[in-house]
C-alpha cells in the first residue's frame, strides 16, 4: 500500500472506498491463497479468489473429507480454519486421531465443516453438535450423511447458555455464522429452547461420559456456555473457544483455570486449552 501512495490521483477522496475495500479484501484474505494451492491446489486457488474478491462461487468445489462447498461463507470457513490454520492444533489432532471412538462436543456448529474436521481426523468419532438454528443444523446433518455417511452424528437444535429456558433470537439468516444470542438485531424473531451444557448432555445420555474435546463458537456468547458447563469441563481433555473480544477472553480463561484447564495455543481468534495436573485447590 505503501506504493499506492505514489500514484497519482490514488489518494483521492473519490478512491477512499476503493482503497478501503483493497485494504480491508487484503488485510483479511491476502494471505490465504498459498496455503489453499497447498492443500488443494488451483481449487484452491479459486476458493481464495471466491472468497474475495469475487465474493461469490461460480460453481461448486468437492473438498476430500469436506464435500461440497457451495457457498462463500462455507469457502471462508474452510479457507480460514483449515487452509490458514485458525482451527488446526496438532496435539489435538493427533489425539482424536489416535482415539476410537473419540467424544466431541460442537458447540455452534453452523454448516457442518467443523463436524466434518472431527469426522476426518477419526471416521469413528462420537460427535454432539448443538446450534440454535434448525436450518443450519438441518444443513450439516444432510452435508455429513454425503460427505460421511454413517458416523455417529447428534445434532441437537436449542441454546447453550448458562440456565434454562426459551431465549429470543434476532436475525436475518438462519444459516448465518454470525448469528448470536445476543444481538439485537434482525428482521426475523423467534423463540428457542435454551440451557446448560450440562443439561443438554445429561438429556443425551452422555452425561457422566469422558469428553476428548469441546469446541465452542457461539460469537460472544462463551462464558455463558462455560458457566453452564461446569460437570462436563471435569472430564473434558481439551477444549477450544472462538474468542470476538479482549472482554470474553478474559471471562473465558478464569472460568476455564478454575476448572483446571492450562492454556496451550492461540490460533487466530481460537484459544485452546488442556485439562492440567493442577490439584483443585491450585486452581482455587
Known amino acids: 500500500?505503501?506504493?499506492?501512495?505514489?500514484?497519482?490521483?490514488?489518494?483521492?477522496?473519490?478512491?477512499?472506498?476503493?482503497?478501503?475495500?483493497?485494504?480491508?479484501?487484503?488485510?483479511?484474505?491476502?494471505?490465504?491463497?498459498?496455503?489453499?494451492?497447498?492443500?488443494?491446489?488451483?481449487?484452491?486457488?479459486?476458493?481464495?479468489?471466491?472468497?474475495?474478491?469475487?465474493?461469490?462461487?461460480?460453481?461448486?468445489?468437492h473438498v476430500p473429507g469436506y464435500g461440497e462447498v457451495r457457498s462463500r461463507a462455507q469457502a471462508i470457513n474452510f479457507l480460514g480454519n483449515f487452509c490458514g490454520g485458525q482451527l488446526r492444533?496438532?496435539?489435538?489432532?493427533?489425539?482424536?486421531?489416535?482415539?476410537?471412538?473419540?467424544?466431541?462436543?460442537?458447540?455452534?456448529?453452523?454448516?457442518?465443516?467443523?463436524?466434518?474436521?472431527?469426522?476426518?481426523?477419526?471416521?469413528?468419532?462420537?460427535?454432539?453438535g448443538f446450534d440454535m438454528m434448525e436450518e443450519a443444523l438441518s444443513a450439516a446433518t444432510a452435508a455429513l450423511a454425503v460427505s460421511h455417511?454413517?458416523?455417529?452424528?447428534?445434532?441437537?437444535?436449542?441454546?447453550?447458555?448458562?440456565?434454562p429456558g426459551e431465549v429470543t433470537l434476532r436475525y436475518d439468516d438462519p444459516r448465518s455464522g454470525l448469528n448470536s444470542v445476543g444481538t439485537q438485531a434482525g428482521r426475523q424473531i423467534r423463540r428457542v429452547q435454551g440451557n446448560t451444557?450440562?443439561?443438554?448432555?445429561?438429556?443425551?445420555?452422555?452425561?457422566?461420559?469422558?469428553?476428548?474435546?469441546?469446541?465452542?463458537?457461539?460469537?460472544?456468547?462463551?462464558a455463558e456456555v462455560l458457566i453452564g458447563a461446569a460437570d462436563s469441563l471435569e472430564r473434558t481433555t481439551y477444549l477450544v473457544f472462538e474468542f470476538h473480544s479482549p472482554t470474553e477472553l478474559e471471562r473465558c480463561a478464569r472460568i476455564l483455570f478454575g476448572a483446571r484447564m492450562d492454556l496451550i495455543a492461540v490460533t487466530g481468534p481460537n484459544a485452546w486449552w488442556r485439562k492440567s495436573e493442577r490439584s483443585a485447590s491450585a486452581a482455587d
Not at 97 to 117: E, K, Q, S, Y
Request: hydrophobic residues 45%; charged residues 20%.
Open 149 to 163: 455417511p454413517g458416523v455417529d452424528w447428534r445434532p441437537v437444535c436449542g441454546v447453550v447458555t448458562d440456565a
Open 89 to 128: 492444533n496438532p496435539e489435538v489432532e493427533e489425539h482424536l486421531a489416535c482415539t476410537p471412538g473419540c467424544r466431541v462436543v460442537d458447540v455452534g456448529v453452523n454448516l457442518g465443516m467443523t463436524a466434518a474436521h472431527w469426522f476426518a481426523l477419526q471416521p469413528s468419532a462420537r460427535v454432539v
Open 1 to 61: 500500500m505503501a506504493e499506492n501512495s505514489k500514484i497519482p490521483g490514488f489518494q483521492s477522496a473519490r478512491l477512499k472506498p476503493f482503497r478501503d475495500w483493497l485494504r480491508a479484501g487484503l488485510l483479511a484474505h491476502g494471505g490465504l491463497a498459498l496455503p489453499a494451492y497447498r492443500r488443494l491446489g488451483w481449487k484452491g486457488v479459486y476458493l481464495a479468489l471466491c472468497g474475495w474478491p469475487l465474493r461469490s462461487l461460480v460453481w461448486p468445489v
Open 197 to 222: 451444557l450440562d443439561a443438554w448432555l445429561a438429556a443425551e445420555g452422555v452425561d457422566g461420559a469422558p469428553i476428548d474435546l469441546v469446541k465452542i463458537d457461539v460469537e460472544g456468547h462463551g
